[in-house]
T-cell receptor, first 111, second 119 residues
Framework: DQQVKQNSPSLSVQEGRISILNCDYT??????FLWYKKYPAEGPTFLIS?????DKNEDGRFTVFLNKSAKHLSLHIVPSQPGDSAVYFCAASCAGHDMRFGAGTRLTVKP | DTGVSQDPRHKITKRGQNVTFRCDPISEHNRLYWYRQTLGQGPEFLTYFQNEAQLEKSRLLSDRFSAERPKGSFSTLEIQRTEQGDSAMYLC?????????????????FGPGTRLTVL
């Protein structure tokens, strides 16, 4: 069951521009959301998270936005850098009982 | 290197054989998670340990899957009578959250994974 969906399998952005990665979820009980980044041959690396009581969390070049009414979250990377090229997974958890990941979006940042 | 390590990195086995994977978490991390990731999908949570106690195992895929963490340090994941559908990347993660931090709301540090191929 695809409770967390990343509908764009890939995204290509020019260096210095904004990257926007999107994620939709279906379970309204999800209360904590995370983004992970994954390079080839490595495990996922935690990037940023947000609780359902907030609608925005910012950490340097990375900002996560949460729209609970639309069951949608997005990750903004500004400015994008070639080193940001990776697969990005969004994940959602429900009162600490489970965590579901999306299928990932491959971001390519072109120099 | 003080990150999460997993061994082996690759395993090829024949259908019906048993396989065991090892995960060494970051030292003194008290939580340890196992995930499975199939091609084109995100990681899928399987089970987790708080120290040596396995507190959640309902997501293990079948009774052929079992995990242990006997001394609260390293962990093993065993798959008995492997099937071709078990072919996947098996990921381990560890964390050391502050007391009272809920499951899956902690910052998890992932290992590189063990890629299993069942022929």
């Amino acid at each position: 069951d695809q409770q967390v969906k990343q509908n764009s399998p890939s995204l290509s952005v020019q260096e210095g521009r904004i990257s926007i990665l999107n994620c939709d979820y279906t379970n309204s009980m999800f209360d904590y959301f995370l983004w992970y980044k994954k390079y080839p041959a490595e495990g996922p690396t935690f990037l940023i998270s947000i609780s359902s009581i907030k609608d925005k969390n910012e950490d340097g070049r990375f900002t996560v936005f949460l729209n609970k009414s639309a069951k949608h979250l997005s990750l903004h990377i500004v400015p994008s850098q070639p080193g940001d090229s990776a697969v990005y997974f969004c994940a959602a958890s429900c009162a600490g009982h489970d965590m579901r990941f999306g299928a990932g979006t491959r971001l390519t940042v072109k120099p | 290197d003080t990150g999460v390590s997993q061994d082996p990195r690759h395993k090829i086995t024949k259908r019906g054989q048993n396989v065991t994977f090892r995960c060494d978490p970051i030292s003194e991390h008290n939580r340890l998670y196992w995930y499975r990731q199939t091609l084109g999908q995100g990681p899928e949570f399987l089970t987790y340990f708080q120290n040596e106690a396995q507190l959640e195992k309902s997501r293990l895929l079948s009774d052929r899957f079992s995990a242990e963490r006997p001394k609260g340090s390293f962990s093993t994941l065993e798959i008995q009578r492997t099937e071709q559908g078990d072919s996947a990347m098996y990921l381990c993660a560890s964390s050391s959250p502050p007391p009272g931090t809920g499951l899956h709301t902690d910052t998890q540090y992932f290992g590189p994974g063990t890629r299993l191929t069942v022929l």
